[in-house]
């Protein structure tokens, strides 16, 4: 199986701030045939499901705030966001969608400094 | 809208059985991969396995391959996920969700969850 792995496990920024993710895959995630990264994260929120902001590494979700950007390829992922909001606290999980099982990563909480 | 709509909290005793459903809202759940999605208490999610509803083809994680059942029935758009026999290590929130269409690798719509508790 894929391992993921995230770092940092929880992460305090300023509002306004800029709070960066990383996550690092155990192989390649890049579909070759594609040129695309079959990496995914989410933004999971007390008592609510996983909800998608980016896939493709890169791609932003319809309706996900700009302020949300991922990067990178192969085996190591960002996400970032570029001015830290009140309402983005919650826990970040990264996953991959290369070869099943889609395995996620552990999470990092993202909290309010 | 797509949607996915789950059955209601559980609470079980050790050894009973349980199947909880995932229905969706649009003739479209009939040709997508709908995954299952294991969240202990205070953990992270957990990829269970996943079903094409257009043949039922299915995929399970190995660590999961053997103590649950992933069915459908593309003629009521509903998925299920299954125990034959529960155990308290089984107390989690369930989610299903849709894997995007169109080649987003990702998954795109998640249903609201569905508690599982179980408890002599």
């Known amino acids: 199986d894929i391992v993921m792995t995230q770092s940092p496990d929880s992460l305090a920024v300023s509002l306004g701030e800029r709070a960066t993710i990383n996550c690092k895959s155990s192989?390649?995630?890049?579909?070759?045939?594609?040129?695309?990264?079959?990496l995914a994260w989410y933004q999971q929120k007390p008592g609510q499901p996983p909800k998608l902001l980016i896939y493709?590494?890169?791609t932003r979700e319809s309706g996900v705030p700009d302020r949300f950007s991922g990067s990178g390829s192969g085996a190591d992922f960002t996400l970032t966001i570029s001015s830290l909001q009140a309402e983005d606290v919650a826990v970040y999980y990264c996953?991959?969608?290369?070869?099943?099982?889609?395995?996620f990563g552990q999470g990092t909480r993202l909290e309010i400094k | 809208e797509v949607q996915l709509v789950q059955s209601g909290a559980e609470v079980k005793k050790p050894g009973e059985s349980l199947k909880i459903t995932c229905k969706g809202s649009?003739?479209?759940?009939?040709?997508?991969?709908i995954g299952w999605v294991r969240q202990m208490p205070g953990k992270g999610p957990e990829w269970m396995g996943m079903?094409?509803?257009?043949?039922?083809?299915?995929r399970y994680s190995r660590s999961f391959e053997g103590q649950v059942t992933i069915s459908a029935d593309k003629s009521i758009t509903t998925a299920y996920l299954q125990w034959s026999s529960l155990e308290a290590s089984d107390t989690a929130m369930y989610y299903c969700?849709?894997?995007?269409?169109?080649?987003?690798?990702?998954?795109?719509?998640w249903g609201q969850g569905t508690m599982v508790t179980i408890s002599s």
């Open positions: 493709w590494a890169s």
């Open positions: 649009e003739h479209n759940f009939l040709k997508v991969w």
């Open positions: 079903i094409y509803t257009g043949d039922s083809e299915t």
């Open positions: 996953q991959q969608c290369y070869y099943a099982p889609f395995t």
């Open positions: 969700a849709r894997r995007g269409i169109s080649g987003k690798e990702a998954f795109d719509i």
């Open positions: 192989q390649s995630l890049l579909y070759s045939s594609q040129n695309k990264n079959y």
